[in-house]
């Protein structure tokens, strides 16, 4: 086929599905290129739940559901965003179940919510604890069913503008090996989060931020970069995710002396009480002495066994896989590892960023929805709501644009530079640079930060760039290299890591995600009700500001 | 994370396979690895510290994803799941190659298009058969939700499709993964068309190829049971009254004959399954036997003496109105291989 669309997808996880859908629906031309198949996508490990205010379990409206949004973002998410967010959430989460996804039911036979973190109702839809999986493969269905063309095991590369509009993206095909261009009228990018960026996380392999380091080489800012999220109950020692379902069923998290230490820290919500406020408690009980090899516990066994079977049967396999203990019988040793990034593209309301024919969706992109901290059920919730608005904007305007053609020439340039890479034969594999990346963001870029360590943090990154440079990829061959897109992912990464040094240093307060205990430990909602905009103009990193859009709610006492 | 606890030394063999060369070969392996590595983690060590060509396929790393479909010691695994370190303390060097029934690409690397092929040829998308669908969600409860829940669980990472014997000989043959896909649609209240789609897959190469040797029930990673799945598939077929392929006459005759005389009525079994021009083919084999003292004659029927055992157990079933998918019994493979 003609590699010539009018909305081209990246990434094909649920937001880059739920757009492709909607252009799809709209009467575009639409393709998706993904560098793994579809149902392989990190969307499906999301577990415990999507976010509507359907009101199933108890009382609930949308206003509720975006004032705990805005109150979980400790007042940086974009208000008229969250209000968008909350608004559409309960038709799309309607259309999904129309569409066939198996959402777990309550007694009436309607879908069944859950109580999560800092939610004022059960607000939660949920299935099983397998929800992102279940989505995943509903929304897969969909794009069988309309034939929603697939460039699998294609790796995005590089964002092709042209005269200031965006119209194409050059690839890598994996599987047969080749540098390819894909024209597009318009472009969205739904290539999800950057956990790779730390040792700890829950993140797949694939989570390298593609699509945000891709947008910040054609000028994109991106926004809130420093707003990483820890989730509190990733397993020791690998960071596979234990779901926030569990808490949400009445686990509890106990230190080495047995206590539930979240009575010192957010004594009303306790375990359900918001991820930075649980993430930050046991980060310090674990500095204080009273973790177990660098663990805290998380304690199901009162639930009892029909409980965990029905409710939380993902979680206990992948408790008794990774670490051995079944929870029936046994806490599960859990600590605080990198999730999910709230920072990302800028966009307007519908996705669309600084560049005519770029959009963005889902992690990859700040509209902002989660500010400085997401509500556990809002990730998969804004990945349908604005995947499906950024795929119906996309198709809109590609009917208003002329045709759109990746010149030969930005192909070809592509192609000097990846076969420059190929033929390089001395120097150091990227596994090393790798590691120490994720290490360092771990240690110097983590729970808890401080300007000195941040800083540091930033002349490592600027050494491991230096040694990026002599990069050597051990695969020269043409079929399934994914030698070569590990060590692009790496370069990827690199330029991630280098835009949160001056955002993070730049926010000289304690908001969120971002917590500097020992320098600037209060919020200053009178200098930092504004969001980070990182740039990169002629190869330097420039930092803005952009003020919070505020529509209804002034900033006030968080407290859980 | 990597550099936690005590080191492992683990030794495996990869299987090999380079396509601008053709050249198919067994390599061995010898690296430290954490001690709670996975055999994902260990192949990860390899390419990072040994070979950078070595190529398979990653994402999740937690079972979900279902990337990393691979054959060890020639079971079909996900090289997620896989703990090292028993292998490893019972001095065992595993063989590592990839997954069945599906061409190699790389190493360890397969073609799923046929996979995906098949999947699509299932209209694997709900159809409620409504012009408009309802304001909120369909009402149903969690119970009538309940047969689709070990269906839905599937990953789509191949290992059933690897060790599908009927596959083996017949590549047609839809497979395990595809008719679980179908019924996760047969069986979901909300969809219109299970008559449609238990006649789509009662063809040839459709549920009744299934060999039952039980395979994909035994390698599924994630417990969907896809045998248990095409046995309802037929118990739903048959309770519709889409019974016309041999095989789903074949197990029509064997509940009518015992239900009759307690016994399988073997003398009528091929005319009944596959009809009269077949049994005449099939007669001077039937002969041949009968000589042999190996047939019973057909008339009068051999009643067993306790044929009323039979017949009412028979009625029970009926009484328990598990017709159908429900009288399917489910095993609960993944979790009781991990308990024990």
Known sequence: ?560 | MRGKGAELQVKLRIQRFDPAVGDRRLVPYDVEVPEWATLLDVLDIVKDTVDGSLSFRKSCRMMICGSCGMRMDGRAILACRERMKPIVNAGHVPTISPMGNMPIIKDLVVDMGPFWQKIRQMKPWLDPGLAESPEKENLHSQAAMEPIQKEALCVMCGCCVSECNSMESDPEFLGPAALAKGFRLVGDPRDAKGIERLEGYSGEHGIWDCTRCYFCNERCPKGVDPRDAIAKLGAEAIGQGIDRDPGARHANWFVHSAKTTGWLRETELVPKTQGLVETIKQTKFALSLARRGKVPTPFPPHVAKDVNESRSLYDIVKKQGRSGAAGIVQGEKALRKLEH
């Not at chain 1, 800092?118 to 069988?144: F, N």
């Not at chain 1, 499906?388 to 644009?401: F, H, N, P, V, Y």
């Not at chain 1, 420059?420 to 594999?429: I, T, Y």
């Not at chain 1, 640079?433 to 300007?451: K, S, Y």
């Open chain 1, 1 to 560: 086929m003609s590699k010539v669309h009018d909305v081209l997808v990246i990434g094909a996880g649920c937001a880059g599905m739920r757009a492709a859908i909607a252009a799809f629906d709209q009467g575009a031309d639409v393709a998706l290129v993904s560098k793994i198949h579809p149902v392989r996508s990190h969307s499906g490990a999301a577990e415990g739940g999507i976010n509507a205010a359907l009101g199933n379990a108890s009382e609930d409206d949308p206003e509720q559901h975006a004032f705990d949004t805005v109150k979980g973002s400790d007042w940086l998410g974009d208000q008229d965003a969250i209000e968008v967010l909350c608004t559409d959430a309960a038709a799309d989460v309607y259309e999904l179940e129309h569409w066939g996804a198996v959402f777990s039911r309550d007694e009436s036979g309607r879908i069944a919510q859950r109580p999560f973190g800092a939610a004022g109702a059960p607000r939660t839809a949920y299935a099983a604890d397998i929800t992102g999986h279940v989505l995943i493969h509903v929304l897969y269905e969909q794009v069988m069913k309309r034939g929603i063309f697939t460039y699998e095991e294609y790796f995005a590369w590089r964002l092709v503008v042209e005269e200031g509009r965006c119209v194409g993206v050059i690839c890598w095909d994996l599987l047969n090996g080749g540098v390819q261009a894909i024209s597009s009228k318009t472009v969205i990018l739904a290539t999800g989060g950057a956990g790779r960026l730390y040792v700890g996380t829950t993140n797949a392999y694939s989570c390298t931020g593609d699509g945000m380091a891709m947008a910040l080489q054609v000028g994109v800012a991106l926004k809130d970069m420093e707003m990483m999220q820890f989730h509190p109950t990733t397993l020791s020692p690998t960071g596979v995710l234990i779901t926030e379902g569990c808490r949400g069923e009445g686990a509890y998290l106990l230190n080495s002396e047995s206590e539930r230490f979240l009575k010192d820290y957010a004594p009303k919500a306790m375990e359900l009480a918001s991820r930075d406020v649980i993430s930050r408690a046991e980060q310090t009980e674990i500095d204080q002495g009273r973790g177990i090899d660098g663990d805290v516990l998380l304690d199901l066994r009162h639930l009892g066994g029909d409980r965990i079977r029905e409710r939380l049967h993902g979680t206990r396999e992948l408790s008794m896989v990774f670490a051995g203990v079944d929870p029936i019988d046994d806490p599960i040793p859990v600590r605080p590892g990198a999730h999910y990034h709230m920072g990302g593209v800028d966009t307007d309301l519908w996705g669309l960023t600084s560049v005519e024919g770029l959009y963005a969706a889902g992690e990859a992109a700040c509209v902002s929805a989660h500010g400085a901290n997401r509500l556990g059920g809002n990730a998969l919730m804004e990945t349908i709501t604005y995947g499906r608005r950024s795929g119906k904007a996309a198709s809109d305007a590609a009917r208003e644009l002329p045709a759109a053609e990746v010149s030969e020439a930005a192909r070809a340039d592509a192609g000097v530079q990846i076969k420059a890479l190929l033929d390089r034969s001395d120097g150091e594999r990227p596994h090393g640079i790798r590691d120490e990346l994720a290490q360092t963001m771990h240690e110097n870029f983590g729970v808890f930060r401080q300007e000195e360590q941040m800083l540091e943090q930033g002349r490592i990154i600027e050494r491991l760039r230096e040694r990026y440079q002599r990069v050597v990829v051990d695969d020269k061959g043409s079929t399934f290299n994914n030698d070569l897109t590990q060590a692009l992912e790496l370069e990827f990464l690199i330029d991630l890591a280098a835009c949160m040094i001056p955002a993070g240093v730049g926010r000289t307060e304690s908001r969120g995600a971002h917590a500097r205990p020992y320098d600037y430990p209060d919020r200053d909602d009178e200098n930092f009700m504004r969001h980070t905009m990182v740039t990169k103009q002629d190869g330097e990193l420039k930092l803005d500001w952009a003020p919070v859009r505020v529509t209804k709610w002034p900033p006030g006492e968080r407290t859980y």
